[in-house]
Nanobody, 127 residues
Framework: QVQLVEAGGGLVLAGGSLRLSCAASGGTFTNYAMAWFRQAPGKERAFVAVISWGGGRTDYADSVKGRFTISRDNTNNTVYLQMDSLKPEDTAVYYC????????????????????WGQGTQVTVSS
């Protein structure tokens, strides 16, 4: 069973950048597709980005396409979310999630399809 720990959140001005990281332990990292979700106050947890086991396939929410980049380092069992051109509406708690799927399985974008979650890290973008 994999454990996930996020880091890198904080307060940033609109237009700025942050890089989130998520360290995985307790499982074989390459058995998992990895994703980021976010939850703003009063809203449901929403999909942000997902990456396949080897990094060759990715998918993004329309709201972050062209601004956010998901990547992974399988040597260090870590997944990243590079966030550029941040907007106040990006303010949320960001969660890392893992999905154990076959290596060429479908990448999933709904929170109910993920079994493993980190504790979350707060990102606040001020205008």
């Amino acid at each position: 069973q994999v454990q996930l720990v996020e880091a890198g959140g904080g307060l940033v001005l609109a237009g700025g950048s942050l890089r989130l990281s998520c360290a995985a332990s307790g499982g074989t990292f390459t058995n998992y597709a990895m994703a980021w979700f976010r939850q703003a106050p009063g809203k449901e947890r929403a999909f942000v980005a997902v990456i396949s086991w080897g990094g060759g396939r990715t998918d993004y929410a329309d709201s972050v396409k062209g601004r956010f980049t998901i990547s992974r380092d399988n040597t260090n069992n870590t997944v990243y979310l590079q966030m550029d051109s941040l907007k106040p509406e990006d303010t949320a708690v960001y969660y890392c999630a893992a999905d154990q799927i076959p290596k060429w399985g479908t990448l999933k974008t709904h929170r109910n399809e993920y079994d493993y979650w980190g504790q979350g890290t707060q990102v606040t973008v001020s205008s």
